[in-house]
């Protein structure tokens, strides 16, 4: 049962976000240079400029000044060196090399210090700014003394991926657009070409309301779906829509489903004057208008195409994703046939209930009985193995919604548990994000279920390999419960378990060095039929957890083809857990821009507390940035924009993978994690103290 503690929701992102990793490419380099704080913010974080020389066009460099998502007035000043700067942020360097600091000031904030190196250059051709900050979408001149009759503008990503933007040339040169999301290094290079000789100025890429473009395709334009799991007066809550962003602030229509208090769920349509503003971090909030109330979501641009999210508002809080959708594969849901899903939430009796399993689909909107199976836990009662049917509605062509219902005869007899499923059939709501992915939440009164679909391979693959993984839910006592880790298959690994405050780790000597608690893990081979696999991962103390898994498709960050897994416990060692296993193709430190998510409880009083964020990871191991958080445990209060403290810090990354201890704090609280690292761009997470039992993932925006 839930107990004292609500509903526990820290399922939502690991099964939720899964798909993000598909979206985040190769992510190399070091991730830019933008330190992100609370108050004034100065764009970009510091700047390497040439010396002025004497008689010649001026060396200089434009800074910008945000407090929040908006440009602030400022004061500037330079602190050391003989630089100047102007009140509207040019500095302009002397004719010697040195190190100058500046700061801006707007009423009661002050940004932290930025520096500038001035160096001397051999290079002939001056680019003019040599160093500025351009928001997503938008554009910035730049001049050479030699105009542009002799001078040929390139822009380069340095090495690294994604959009650099354009430049022009011609009798209108210099004019550069930014990209709709920063590239991999979170800067561009402009290079200028003039008589044998070359200049360049770096440009840092910030997010913009340009970046949540759902008009970027005017012949295909493409909404966005969402999804969360959360809390609401009426308690569990799962929500699930769409809705079209103009790149300019405005929410130009939507619908969303939701569910709560085990009603079938309603449908609404966005109003008239929906809106939403993006920060220079990536850092959003929506304002949704819906049935005479205004929804708010706050959430972390990864790019503009994916994100992670919460309920931002008094009256409810969740976690999850936003999607951009393809609504050229509206047309044909679950057209790949064979799909993984894991769905999550409680039955009737209010007890946790996770359901993990595989379908497939054929020509007729059906799921053929021989190939469809389920594994389910219910309140600590596991039945696995369950045949599973059932069929599905064309999309609605307009937003990719839809209805799909699975069959379980064995739901009727085996754990109706009066006020459990109690019925065979199960009813969803879907919404199509594209043929690989599709977010669902219950559509009837049987449970209160909601999770994702993902496109499967075949039957025959296996886990192999390395792997990560986080999972929640709640212990036999109804508690909050969660565990993280990494392993090797056939092999041994290392596991982190938060059982309702009460800690366990493995053993870190004092050089350092972490000692395997994970002795094997053990993945049986898959069902021909179904693609079931039992994962079993045995403890050095002898204890030893049994999951359902089945695997899913996704591209890692190199781009590579790679597999997830869906994670059901089946055990008795805790009530409920679900989650998601992947395979690992990386293991270095994180560095670089990350958007952040993490949900569950308080394990002080009741109720569900759910952060979003974008923090930046330095080279040795600093930790800046700015979160969000709903925390219905102090009374439905939020807290937007809480900077991260000095005390905030990321571990060299060591066995497996894994790191502890990952420090985030900030004025209202502090929270000690481990992190899991997936790939160059993702790591999973799991709070690791005595004060809240938290689940996540950060994913890296450049």
Known sequence: MLGRFGRCSITSVAIAGALLLSACGSNSGSGGNKPTVGGLVVYPGSATIAVSVN??????????????????SATWSVLTGTGTITNSGVFTAPSVAETDTIQAVSGSMASVPLTIDVVASSRTVVVSPAAAAVPAGAA????????????????????NSGNPGSITNGATCGLYTAPLSPPASGTVTISAF???????????????????????????????????????????????????????????????????????????????GSTYTVGPDGRTTANLNVDGATDVLQFALISNQHALMIRFDAAATGSGTIDMQDPTQFGAPFSLGAYAFGVSGLDQNGSHLGMVGRVVANNENTFPLNNGIVDVNDGGTSLTDLLLQGGFSAADPATGRGTVALNCPTFDTDFGDNGGVGSGTLNFVYYIVDSTHVK???????????????????????????????????????????????????????????????????????SN??????????????????????????????????FAAYLFNYIAADGSPSTGAVLL????NVGVGTGV??????????????????????????????????????????????????????????????????????????????GNPFILAEGLQTD??????????????????GSRVLTGMIARQF
């Open 513 to 546: 060095v972490t000692t395997p608690n994970i002795t094997t893990a053990t993945a049986s081979l898959p069902d021909t039929n179904t693609g079931r696999i039992g994962l079993a991962i045995a403890l050095s103390g002898g204890k030893t957890f049994d």
């Open 569 to 572: 416990e089946t055990d008795t």
């Open 194 to 272: 003039s008589g044998g000789s070359s200049g360049t100025s770096t440009v840092t890429i910030l997010f913009s309301n340009a970046s949540l473009n759902s008009l970027v395709n005017q012949a295909n334009p493409r909404p966005y779906a969402f999804s969360y799991l959360g809390d609401n007066a009426s308690g569990f809550l799962t929500v699930a829509g769409t809705f079209a962003a103009d790149g300019n602030g405005n929410i130009t229509g939507g619908t969303e489903d939701v569910n709560s208090g085990f009603a079938a769920p309603t449908m609404s349509t966005f109003a008239a």
């Open 672 to 689: 000690t994690l481990s992190y899991y690292i997936v790939d160059d761009s993702t790591a999973l997470l799991l709070e690791m103290d």
């Open 581 to 658: 296993a992947y395979s690992q193709t990386g293991a270095a430190t994180p560095q670089g821009s990350f958007a952040l998510n993490l949900t569950g409880v308080g394990l002080n009083s009741a109720g569900e507390q759910d952060i979003e964020g974008q923090i930046s990871a330095g080279n040795l191991g600093a930790v800046t940035g700015t979160v969000d958080i709903n925390n219905v445990a102090s009374s439905g209060k939020v807290f937007s924009g809480e900077p991260l403290t000095s005390a905030s810090t990321i571990p060299t990354s060591g066995l497996n993978g894994r």
């Open 440 to 510: 669902v939440l219950e559509g009837d009164s049987n449970t209160l279920l909601a999770g994702d679909f993902y496109g499967a391979p075949a039957a025959t693959v296996n886990m192999t390999g390395s792997q990560v993984f986080v999972v929640s839910g709640s212990d036999n006592n109804g508690a909050p419960y969660g565990m993280g880790g990494a392993f090797q298959t056939a092999s041994g690994g290392v596991l982190d378990i938060n059982d309702d405050g009460v800690l366990t780790s493995p053993t870190t000597s004092t």
């Open 140 to 159: 910035l001149q730049f001049i050479t003394a030699a105009g542009c009759a002799g001078t040929i503008w390139q822009v380069n990503l340095n090495g």
């Open 55 to 72: 008689g010649g066009q001026p060396s200089i460099a434009q800074f910008t000044a945000y407090s929040g998502p908006t440009v602030a």
